[in-house]
């Protein structure tokens, strides 16, 4: 059975402090490991898609990365405004076009 | 271009009766993928439709049921309504390719009383 974790569940960071985000998975035959940011009330808006081992992908103060076993999130210098609940979700081989999705990470960024 | 699209965005039921949601995917996209979100599961992929037909299937109960239409659009039923259907339902659209980034809509927010 397909399983991703999401750790750590919250994460509280002052404005310009640096951190990591990170998402184990589980799958039979990766087909896709996605970020996606979902503020409340509203449904996950894209950020990245990852496809194999190595590839890094940045936007803004973003940076995703991906291994066999887990992906990062690294939010650089965060603002007030890149907090969001974080989700991860993956695509395996076996599962048609379904995502299977982590827990999520709540982070909150303090001015 | 226009996202995806819910309606209605907010819906109060009681207990036994019925629901239909409604999604229509961004322009030029063919497949169609709902799911449930609730505080203590989390995200859970109900069904996926693509030229009308139902291409995979999540693990829920007969009572939630889809269809998709030739444009594309697609509606979602809950049969006999029970408290735990409380939640955000999401639809996501996506290109046709397998690996095709799926696009969500702003969801519907079913309370069940």
């Known amino acids: 059975e397909d399983q991703v974790t999401q750790s750590p569940e919250a994460l509280r960071l002052q404005e310009g402090e640096s951190s990591s985000l990170n998402c184990s998975y589980t799958?039979?035959?990766?087909?896709?490991l996605f970020w996606y940011r979902q503020d409340p009330g509203k449904g996950p808006e894209f950020l990245f898609t990852?496809?194999?081992a190595g590839e890094e992908k940045e936007k803004e103060r973003l940076k995703a990365t991906l291994t066999k076993k887990e992906s990062f999130l690294h939010i650089t210098a965060p603002k007030p405004e890149d907090s969001a609940t974080y989700l991860c979700a993956v695509q395996a081989g076996n599962a048609g076009n379904m995502l299977t999705f982590g827990g999520g990470t709540r982070l909150m960024v303090k001015p | 271009k226009a996202g995806v699209t819910q309606t209605p965005r907010y819906l109060i039921k009681t207990r036994g009766q019925q629901v239909t949601l409604s999604c229509s995917p961004i322009s030029g996209h063919r497949s169609v993928s709902w799911y449930q979100q609730t505080p203590g599961q989390g995200l859970q992929f109900l069904f996926e439709y693509f030229s009308e037909t139902q291409r995979n299937k999540g693990n829920f109960p007969g009572r939630f049921s889809g269809r998709q239409f030739s444009n594309s659009r697609s509606e979602m039923n809950v049969s006999t309504l029970e408290l735990g259907d409380s939640a955000l339902y999401l639809c996501a659209s996506r290109k046709q390719g397998s690996t095709d980034t799926q696009y969500f809509g702003p969801g519907t927010r079913l309370t069940v009383l």
């Open positions: 990852l496809y194999s």
């Open positions: 799958v039979s035959g990766l087909r896709g």
